[in-house]
Each structure stands twice: as structure tokens, then as C-alpha cells.
């Protein structure tokens, strides 16, 4: 494991440019230090569910793109990190102009990582918590590791 640096900033952004589905999303890295990740997302009328909050699926990806991020602080670049599950509690309706998450690293490890991430929805100047997920991430070590 190696403590954040410039390179490692510029892993995590290369891991949130290289996911399409993030980009399709429109989710932004805000900033990230060593085991931590923040981002955010603007929010759409198309990551809206029925009744007009953010939809789940938009909550946990940005909640489990973050925990990701974290974890990456941690790592060497040359490797690659897979979540392995994760369980998402969505406390209060996503709702507001943007969906602000912070992923922590829990517990880092050589081939597991437990991280956790917190999903605000900013209303009006109000930040209200919405969701908590809980991840295990997978490091994928390369055969010369």
C-alpha cells in the first residue's frame, strides 16, 4: 500500500474517466486523500425514479464508485479493484439540485478492502444524508505481483 500522491490522485480520476457508465452518469471526483474519495452528481431529470427522487441505482453507483476511489488512494496504480458486494441503506428520499458522497476506507488490506460511503442529497442548502453503503473491494493482483 502507498500513501496518496499526485500519482495516485490521477489513478483514481482515470478510474472514474475510464468507466463509461460514470461518465454516462455524470458523476465528478471532487477530491480524494489518502482513504478517502468525494465526488458528486448533478442531478438529472433522467436519474429520477418514478416518484421524482434519485433512483437507487444512481445512488449506489456513485456511493460504490467512491468506496472505490478510496480504496485506490491506498493501492499501487498498477493494480486493478473490483467490488466484491456491498449493501446500501437508502435512508431519506434523493432529492435536491446534486448528490454529494464521501467513501472511506475501513479496513484496508493486500487483497481486501472494507470501505463505506455516505450519499447526501443537497436541497436548497440543505444536506440531508440519504444513504449509507458498506463495500468489499477486491484487489486484483497481476501475475508478476
Known amino acids: 500500500m502507498t500513501p496518496t500522491s499526485d500519482s495516485n490522485r ?19 471526483l471532487l477530491d480524494c486523500g489518502p482513504g478517502w474519495c468525494e465526488a458528486e452528481l448533478p442531478l438529472r431529470p433522467e436519474h429520477l425514479q418514478h416518484s ?60 481486501l478492502f472494507v470501505c463505506e460511503s455516505e450519499v447526501f442529497a443537497i436541497d436548497k442548502g440543505q444536506r440531508v444524508l440519504a444513504a449509507k453503503l458498506m463495500a468489499t473491494l477486491a484487489v486484483v ?3 508478476s505481483s
Not at 490521477?10 to 465528478?28: E, M, T, Y
Not at 434519485?54 to 493494480?79: P, R, W
Open 10 to 28: 490521477a489513478a483514481v480520476q482515470a478510474g472514474f474517466d475510464s468507466c463509461i457508465f460514470v461518465g454516462h452518469l455524470g458523476i465528478v
Open 141 to 143: 493482483h497481476s501475475a
Open 52 to 111: 421524482g427522487v434519485a433512483h437507487a441505482g444512481v445512488i449506489a453507483t456513485l456511493a460504490d464508485q467512491c468506496a472505490g476511489g478510496a480504496a485506490m488512494t491506498q493501492l499501487d496504480k498498477s493494480v486493478l479493484l473490483v467490488t466484491a458486494e456491498f449493501k446500501i441503506n437508502l435512508l431519506r428520499a434523493g432529492k435536491g439540485e446534486r448528490l454529494l458522497c464521501r467513501g472511506t476506507v475501513l479496513k484496508p488490506g493486500r487483497n
